[in-house]
């Protein structure tokens, strides 16, 4: 049986043609035509070429004096903390955990942060680390210098009073920050 006139908009008097479009116009001769990505192709420059990123990392934070590494004692009040960077980075957030043996093990971390051979505050006087880098405080972002890779990021650490034997206060730190990726 043959249907005769429009079937949902479609006659066969047209010959290809749609009513009221406009033909494209054709690329000139040589133009490049852009086609656009995949959506399984997002974040790369060509398949299996990814772009460059920006990603926030941890960047541990190693004791260079005390046994274990970190650990302070009544023979040792100060240590250094390093990082040693491998990208480009900037540290944004300390997170300090320290735990404490013995009666006389009430004194604070003061500590003074260097990029390189810049020092990272206002005052050359060590702050208070633990008031800053406890995991439950709210609001103590930094914003560091950025660093190229080989640059050290220190922090020197003093105890704001001493230890007696056999009490011992052990620290842990690192930095939270961006690297290029």
């Known amino acids: 049986m043959e249907v005769i006139g429009d079937v949902l908009g479609y006659s066969d008097e047209m010959d290809g043609d749609m009513l009221g479009a406009e033909a494209a116009p054709a690329p000139p001769r040589g133009a490049m035509i852009r086609l656009k990505k995949p959506g399984w192709r997002s ?3 060509a398949p299996g070429v990814m772009a460059p990123g920006e990603g926030m990392v941890p960047l541990p934070m190693i004791g260079l004096q005390g046994s274990p590494a970190g650990q302070f004692s009544s023979t040792l009040s100060q240590i250094t903390f ?3 960077l491998q990208k480009p980075y900037r540290a944004e957030r300390l997170l300090v955990s320290s735990v404490r043996t013995g009666a006389t093990s009430v004194g604070r971390l003061l500590g003074q ?3 390189g051979t810049d020092l990272q505050q206002a005052e050359i006087t060590g702050f ?3 008031l800053i880098g406890p995991a ?3 609001g103590t972002r930094l914003t560091l210098k950025q660093a190229p890779p080989g640059v050290s ?3 020197i650490v003093n105890l704001s009073s001493n ?3 056999p009490d011992t206060i052990f620290a842990s730190m690192l930095f939270m920050g961006r690297v290029v990726h």
Do not use: S, Y
């Open 43 to 45: 974040g790369q420059l």
């Open 113 to 115: 942060i260097f990029v």
């Open 128 to 130: 208070d680390l633990e």
């Open 82 to 84: 390093e990082g040693r």
């Open 163 to 165: 230890l007696t034997a």
């Open 136 to 138: 439950t405080a709210f």
């Open 153 to 155: 990021i220190r922090i």
